[in-house]
């Protein structure tokens, strides 16, 4: 009986040595499946803070389809058109400001002006399919979750691997004007602030014209 018993020891051995292993496996695959679950949960919370913030002149609103959201809408806003000196860049201020310290009237300081477009009206007719004349220009500030963006003036196109969030027209202050004005792309299908048609002449800006010269000018 000593050889049967020797040979059945071993087979229950095997037995339970194989059974502990395909233990282990199992163990191990659920142990896998955890630590691919968390770096996924780790990178859609790492994709929910990669993104870059525009201002989207001209409109209200930002572009949904693009997955882009609205952080704030507002006036855009700058220096006088007749004065020298000041800030030369375009704001955009919240509609709803909160206020801290200030003194009533004015006590010599930089100057925030509401703006307005001038225009013809066979330019605007044309560039905007409206009259936007003395129109004051609101504001978007939009975030996108792509990871960089670029204003591309001269074109209607984006280059291939870039997504279009809107197009327009470039616009800045006129060169006579003692007041500069950065040149910005203010969307084409543009919006204006309630109640603001009247020719306040604060802060204005007008298409920009491109000269030919330095600039090759295309046949």
């Known amino acids: ?28 695959e659920i142990d ?12 859609t919370a790492l994709k929910a803070l990669v993104g870059h913030t525009y201002i989207r002149w001209g409109r209200t609103i ?5 997955g882009t959201e609205l ?59 409206k009259a936007v004349d003395n129109h004051d220009v609101p504001c978007a500030v939009c975030r996108s979750n792509r990871a960089s ?3 591309i003036p001269g074109r209607t196109t984006c280059y291939p691997g870039w997504t279009e969030e809107y197009r327009g027209y470039v616009v800045a202050s006129k060169p006579t004007w ?9 969307d084409s299908m543009m919006e204006f602030v309630a109640h603001g048609a009247g020719n ?7 298409p920009a014209e491109v000269r030919c010269g330095s600039i090759p000018c295309p046949p």
Not at 62 to 66: A, I, T
Not at 178 to 186: E, H, M, R, V
Not at 200 to 206: G, T
């Open 1 to 28: 009986m000593r050889p049967i018993a020797k040979v059945l020891y071993l087979w229950i051995v095997y037995c339970l040595s194989y059974a502990e292993m395909d233990q282990r496996r199992f163990v191990a």
């Open 32 to 43: 896998i499946e955890t630590k691919m679950n968390n770096l996924e949960n780790e990178l």
């Open 62 to 66: 930002c572009q949904p389809v693009n």
């Open 71 to 129: 952080l704030y809408s507002g006036y855009m806003v700058g220096d006088k058109w007749d004065q020298s000196g000041g800030g030369s860049n375009n704001l955009c201020i919240p509609e709803v400001p909160t206020w801290g310290q200030y003194v009533d009237g004015y006590n010599g300081g930089a100057e925030i002006r509401g703006t307005e477009i001038e225009s013809d009206a066979t330019v605007s007719n044309l560039l905007f399919g």
């Open 149 to 151: 963006h670029v204003m």
């Open 178 to 186: 003692a007041s500069n004005s950065d040149y910005i792309c203010l």
């Open 200 to 206: 306040d002449n604060e802060h204005v800006v007008r």
